[in-house]
């Protein structure tokens, strides 16, 4: 299973962009890159998902570089809502492999 | 779109009881389950992976005969933490991923149950 790092916490102001950006040096060939947000006492809710170059939807956006050894998740002008725990995941393709939760980024939108 | 749910959102029990939670995929079925713990301000732990029709595959460390699982169907899969303690108590979230087997489809997770055991 690879490995994700990812910022433990960051702040950010209300209507700022917030990017959070994922190392993940391990990830083979047939996996993909998934975010999940994580409100407290709640499951965790599928944002977006890729596997190279730029994935967008309505939430956010997910921007993976040619090597894909790193990925960045971006969330355009950011409300107060947003504060969540935001998990990296690198899922083997299938959708039925286990996968390993890292640490996440808690992110707090100041207002 | 894919949706699980969890059934108690939350219980409170007395200690050397036993718990039952379900997780059902309400929209898709589902060969394989997940079940995962998460304790206060810590990250999801993989707890196990539940097959239908077949035994669950527990992580290390993790008490098979304690965490019993049961996936009797393609839309349910229930954990029952059995002879429950206090260091039991938790947030247990399943999740499910919808489609067939090649593609890539996404794990949803369902909302969480909070244990509490007195």
């Known amino acids: 299973l690879a490995k994700t790092t990812q910022p433990i916490s960051m702040d950010s102001y209300e209507g700022q962009e917030v990017n959070i950006t994922c190392s993940h040096n391990?990830?083979?060939?047939?996996?993909?890159i998934t975010w999940y947000q994580q409100f407290p006492s709640q499951g965790p809710r599928f944002i977006i998902q890729g596997y190279k170059t730029k994935v967008t939807n309505e939430v956010a956006s997910l921007f993976i570089p040619a090597d894909r050894k790193s990925s960045t998740l971006s969330l355009p002008r950011v409300s107060l809502s947003d504060t969540a725990v935001y998990y990296c995941?690198?899922?083997?393709?299938?959708?039925?492999?286990?996968?390993?939760f890292g640490t996440g980024t808690k992110l707090q939108v100041i207002p | 779109g894919a949706v699980v749910s969890q059934h108690p959102s939350w219980v409170i029990c007395k200690s050397g009881t036993s718990v039952k939670i379900e997780c059902r995929s309400l929209d898709f079925q589902a060969t394989t389950m997940f079940w995962y713990r998460q304790f206060p301000k810590q990250s999801l732990m993989l707890m196990a992976t539940s097959n239908e029709g077949s035994k669950a595959t527990y992580e290390q460390g993790v008490e098979k005969d304690k965490f019993l699982i049961n996936h009797a169907s393609l839309t349910l899969s229930t954990l029952t933490v059995t002879s429950a303690h206090p260091e039991d108590s938790s947030f247990y979230i399943c999740?499910?991923?919808?489609?067939?087997?090649?593609?890539?489809?996404?794990?949803?997770f369902g909302p969480g149950t909070r244990l509490l055991v007195l």
């Open positions: 999740s499910a991923a919808p489609g067939t087997s090649g593609g890539q489809e996404t794990q949803y």
């Open positions: 995941l690198v899922v083997a393709r299938g959708g039925y492999q286990k996968v390993t």
């Open positions: 391990n990830i083979a060939t047939n996996d993909y």
